[in-house]
C-alpha cells in the first residue's frame, strides 16, 4: 500500500474543506459500478485523470455541486485498504464498490442522489451516514 501514499496525499488535499452543512434527501439508489469514465458520465463530468495505474485510476471532476476526486480500484481490497488509510486524514468520503469519491460533505452527499454508496467520514469529522 505504500505506492498508494502519495495518491492518498493528492485526494486529501483535496478534500480538506471543512464540514459542510449538505442535506440528504434519504433516498439513495443502489450504488453504481462501472469504470472511471462510465462513474464521471453518470454525474456528468469530464474526469481530468491524474493517475492510470493497474491498481488505482484517479480523476479530478467539477460538477455544479463542487470539486472532487473520483477514485476506481481493481479489487474491493484494495479500495478497501485504501479507504481504511486515507480516512487517518480526515476528509469526507462517498463510497462504492471499487470506487470512492473524495470532497467535501456537501459534494460527495449531492453526489450519493446519483451514485449510491455509502457516507463516509475520516478522522476529526463526525461520522456522518444513511
Known amino acids: 500500500m505504500t505506492r ?3 495518491v492518498a496525499a493528492v485526494l486529501l488535499a483535496l478534500a480538506s474543506a471543512g464540514c459542510g452543512s449538505g442535506e440528504d434527501t434519504g433516498r ?5 459500478t462501472g469504470s472511471l469514465e462510465e462513474l464521471a458520465a453518470e454525474v456528468e463530468c469530464e474526469p481530468d485523470v491524474q493517475t492510470d495505474a493497474d491498481e488505482i485510476r484517479q480523476a479530478v471532476c467539477s460538477t455544479a455541486e ?8 481493481a ?3 484494495g479500495r ?7 480516512e ?9 464498490r471499487k470506487w470512492v469519491a473524495v470532497g467535501d460533505e456537501r459534494v460527495v452527499r449531492a453526489l450519493r442522489g446519483t451514485l449510491g454508496g455509502e457516507l463516509e467520514a475520516g478522522a476529526g469529522h463526525h461520522a456522518h451516514g444513511g
Open 88 to 96: 487517518d486524514y480526515g476528509g469526507h468520503y462517498l463510497v462504492g
Open 75 to 77: 479489487t474491493d481490497r
Open 66 to 73: 463542487g470539486r472532487f476526486v473520483l477514485a476506481t480500484f
Open 4 to 6: 498508494l501514499a502519495p
Open 80 to 86: 478497501r485498504e485504501w479507504t481504511d488509510a486515507a
Open 28 to 32: 439513495v439508489p443502489p450504488a453504481a
